[in-house]
């Protein structure tokens, strides 16, 4: 056997059952030239042990960086591509090992799968979680970082990189300094009017200028958004008007 297919077979034993051929070539010439008798040669192995080949959780993807979403599935003129006479149909994405590869090498698809399963494992632990629920923080700490953050950071090495307002974006949270900020703004506006005179006097003040060296709570609610922040924002204004 060819050492590419070899190396195919090793990914068979190791991984789950799930395999990948993968040709890393400039030309799709090159590449075409060897996948048929690389994919002819492993479905002869499938054959001889008796695998089972579902064309239907089997795909081919062509990948292509770029920064712009391609409308097309696949170049023009792309062969067909078949496995013991099954046709494997070309995808835009697929989900290896857990993690959703995009045609474009985005990671967005995978970022809101991502998203879907820690907010099912939120909504599931919430009564334990809770304002209300008696566990001790430690041990609402442990449940997020073996339940929830798992989820949410499973092959990261794989989709850390994206850029980090793609990552807020995907996840659809505020940065950290907004999520602040808008809970500052939302118990001002509260206290302001609270039926108490104490606590309304108590918030009742001007900041004081950014230049002056003293710093008040209320500050927050005019400091300039940082460039993350505003990245995001401008982000989901694009994206909302795109929509």
Known sequence: MPESVTSVLHAVINNENETIIYSDQLE??????????????????????????????????QFKYSKNRSQLVVDRNTPNLKMLNARISWQRSYKYLGVTLDKNLHFREHI?????????????????????????????????????????????????????????????????????????KRFFDIAGSHPNALLRAAVDYQSPPPTNFLRRPRNVLIDPLDALTAAVDNLNDVNDTHD
């Open 28 to 61: 799709c010439v090159s590449i075409f030239r060897h996948f048929p008798k690389a994919m002819d040669e492993l479905g002869q192995w499938f054959r001889k042990w008796r695998v089972e080949v579902n064309p239907d959780k089997s795909a081919a993807i």
């Open 112 to 184: 809101a799968r991502v998203r879907k399963n820690a907010l099912f494992y939120t909504a599931r632990l919430g009564a334990m979680l809770g304002r209300k629920s008696k566990l001790s923080r430690r041990n609402k700490r442990t449940l997020y970082k073996t339940c929830i953050r798992t989820v949410m950071t499973y092959a990261s090495p794989v989709f850390a990189h994206a850029d980090s307002k793609v990552l807020y974006r995907g996840m659809e949270l505020p940065t950290l300094t907004k999520y602040m900020k808008d809970a500052s």
